[in-house]
């Protein structure tokens, strides 16, 4: 059974740093595909950024050259470093794994498996 854990979610400044961490159970490191995905009010969930089973990352474009993607594959950990926040990053995030990896890694249908969300809300 598969079970992803998300934390790190805060209300911060814009233009400060937050970090998210999505622990990974039931999956090996180096096995699945991991992706982030994030839900504003009223918006559908959208693909922000995903790492595959060899390391390679893709972002969407409001948040790249912001937003970094990695992992610890010895704690088997996700992590999504976000930089630079702005108003529209509030949103509730989410922590996305498969090990079907689809190349359409920004569609929500590509992922069984789902964390409980985290919510980042940015405030000027």
């Known amino acids: 059974q598969v079970e992803l854990v998300e934390s790190g979610g805060d209300s911060v400044q814009s233009n400060r740093s937050l970090t998210l961490t999505c622990e990974v159970r039931?999956?090996?490191?180096?096995?699945?595909?991991g992706a982030w995905f994030r839900q504003g009010p009223g918006k559908e969930r959208e693909g922000i950024a995903a790492l595959d089973e060899l390391g390679s990352v893709r972002y969407a474009g409001p948040v790249k050259g912001r937003f970094i993607v990695s992992q610890d594959s010895a704690k088997n950990v996700i992590y999504l470093q976000m930089n630079s926040l702005k108003l529209e990053d509030t949103a509730m995030y989410y922590c996305?794994?498969?090990?079907?990896?689809?190349?359409?890694?920004?569609?929500?249908?590509?992922?069984?498996?789902w964390g409980q969300g985290t919510q980042v809300t940015v405030s000027s």
């Open positions: 039931g999956y090996q490191a180096g096995h699945y595909c």
């Open positions: 996305a794994a498969d090990d079907r990896c689809s190349g359409r890694w920004w569609l929500p249908s590509g992922y069984r498996n």
